[in-house]
């Protein structure tokens, strides 16, 4: 099945700064997923992005799914962005979504 | 945020005992799935549902059962509990093919076999 891998596996930074996340994955996509998992456990969808450039806020994604990577750029990094951020994608055809070990994020004040 | 609730939030039980984890969703979405996330593993597959009273297995699917009988309740069950399912539980649902859609993520269930 696909395999899922993200870096750095931890990140700590100042409150500002600006971080780059990535996710490599070893076959083709037609989805890939960013999550945020909060310290309190909760699983929050940042992005859908199979290809292509998304941006939400200080967050945007990049994928390019020719060269199987992603990456997820925090701007302007706040407190309330710690915690760990997973991609994940499916094999194809399948159901099952492979999550990759996630980059755990502190940002300190 | 999808509707998505899970129910118990936490539960602790003892080992040999059964168990029954609800997942409820309100945005009739086609598909649910069962995940356990357990540290150095990330979160894996347990059962998935593609309609009412469809199931089938995930990567981590023994010692657990499923089972869907309408379209917004997805119930996994733990007939014998053991310390090994101690773990957190994500309910999770997409609308079809997880190849082509977006799943959403209920809050979580603690769960402590003891």
């Known amino acids: 099945g696909i395999q899922v891998e993200q870096s750095p596996p931890d990140l700590i930074l100042q409150e500002g700064a600006n971080s780059t996340l990535r996710c490599n994955f070893s076959d083709s996509v037609n989805n890939l997923q960013w999550f945020h998992q909060n310290p309190w456990g909760q699983l929050i969808n940042l992005f859908y992005?199979?290809?292509g450039t998304k941006q939400n806020g200080r967050l945007s994604a990049t994928t390019v799914a020719t060269e199987r990577y992603s990456l997820l750029y925090i701007s302007s990094s706040q407190t309330t962005d710690s915690g760990v951020y997973f991609c994940a994608a499916p094999n194809f055809g399948n159901e099952k979504l492979t999550f990759g070990t996630g980059t755990r994020l502190t940002i300190i004040p | 945020d999808a509707g998505i609730t899970q129910s118990p939030r936490h539960k602790v039980t003892e080992t040999g005992t059964p168990v029954t984890l609800r997942c409820h969703q309100t945005?009739?979405?086609?598909?649910m799935y069962w995940y356990r996330q357990d540290p150095g593993h990330g979160l894996r597959l347990i059962h998935y549902?593609?309609?009412?009273?469809?199931?089938d297995k995930g990567e981590v699917s023994d010692g657990y059962s499923v089972s869907r009988s309408k379209t917004e309740d997805f119930l996994l069950t733990l007939e014998s509990a053991t310390s090994s399912q101690t773990s957190v539980y994500f309910c999770?649902?997409?609308?079809?093919?997880?190849?082509?859609?977006?799943?959403?993520f209920g809050p979580g269930t603690r769960l402590t076999v003891l």
């Open positions: 992005i199979p290809s």
């Open positions: 549902s593609y309609g009412v009273k469809d199931t």
């Open positions: 999770a649902i997409s609308e079809s093919l997880s190849s082509y859609n977006e799943q959403f």
């Open positions: 945005e009739n979405h086609r598909y």
